[in-house]
């Protein structure tokens, strides 16, 4: 995901320097941290701006109490969490917002130290955002891997050798001469085939010079043979618009690292652990 497209926490606040800064140190990864000086800047304008580009604002922070900002920003961002920071004095007239759910939670400064007083809720508010948004990377369309790496059913293994060796993935998708997905060879797969077994060995001797000799020379006999009958037929699949949660499980559950994405027969790119783990990343 590009910086630009990143969710953005949005600080209302005339003393925007030390907060704004504070929550750029934590969330610096998978958010941008936008901060409007309350002196400068036509906040709800600029809200407006947001939503007509289209913009995710996963948090609205505002230090000015009580907050017509937050209480106006509801029908733009009905689905983002609203924090109110406020002085004790102003607390009381704060908690009318509170019990009529225009904002979801108000802090008494002082809201430092952060990693005690601060962090914590705005770690639950963003999770609470997260959760009632469908956000593209709890897809799988939204993290996986579109080029993957492909070989048709007529190629031969020393062909599939060759594209192993070239981009060193684990598994080739398998496709037919009409694109459609027919299933995956496995590297390990294209390495047996190789392999001379004991017999072999012990016929050419041996030892391990003459077994590698004799691997060598199995390996060049790969072009004469077809990948088909080693290819994995039924394999575990995942729709494009399964959730990553029930893709990190199945990974886990049957030892898998990379997974087909297959939508009405057709291949339509691969998902694998590291995608999966960006994913968890950027919304963190």
């Not at 953005?8 to 606040?13: A, G, Q, R």
């Not at 000015?64 to 509801?74: G, I, M, R, V």
């Not at 060598?216 to 088909?228: D, N, T």
């Amino acid at each position: 995901m590009s910086r630009e497209r990143e969710p953005i926490i949005l600080v209302h606040s005339g003393r925007a320097s030390a907060l704004g800064n504070t929550l750029r140190q934590r969330y610096v990864e998978g958010y941008r941290v936008v901060v409007l000086d309350g002196e400068t800047a036509d906040p709800l304008a600029q809200l407006h701006s947001y939503r007509t580009a289209n913009e995710q604002i996963a948090l609205l922070i505002d230090e000015h109490a009580p907050s017509d900002f937050l209480e106006q920003s509801n029908h733009l961002y009905p689905n983002g969490r609203r924090l109110l920071i406020a002085d004790a004095p102003e607390a009381e007239a704060a908690l009318g917002l509170l019990n009529r759910h225009t904002i979801d939670y108000l802090l008494v400064r002082p809201w430092s130290p952060p990693e005690t007083k601060l962090y914590p809720i705005i770690d639950e508010l963003l999770a609470e955002w997260r959760a009632t948004v469908g956000m593209p990377f709890m897809q799988v369309r939204g993290i996986m891997t579109v080029r993957a790496v492909r070989i048709r059913l007529d190629d031969t293994l020393h062909r599939a050798a060759e594209i192993i060796a070239l981009s060193g993935v684990g598994d080739l998708m398998v496709i037919d001469d009409d694109n459609n997905f027919v299933g995956v060879l496995s590297v390990g797969d294209v390495l047996r085939a190789a392999m001379p077994d004991t017999a072999e060995i012990m016929s050419e001797g041996g030892t391990l010079e003459q077994a590698f000799r004799l691997f060598l020379r199995k390996g060049s006999e790969l072009m004469y043979k077809p990948v088909a009958p080693l290819v994995i037929r039924h394999p575990l699949v995942v729709d494009p618009d399964d959730h990553v949660a029930k893709v990190a499980a199945l990974m886990l559950e049957k030892n898998i690292h990379r997974l087909p994405v297959v939508k009405d027969g057709r291949l339509l790119g691969t998902v694998g652990r590291t995608d999966v783990c960006q994913a968890v990343v950027g919304t963190l």
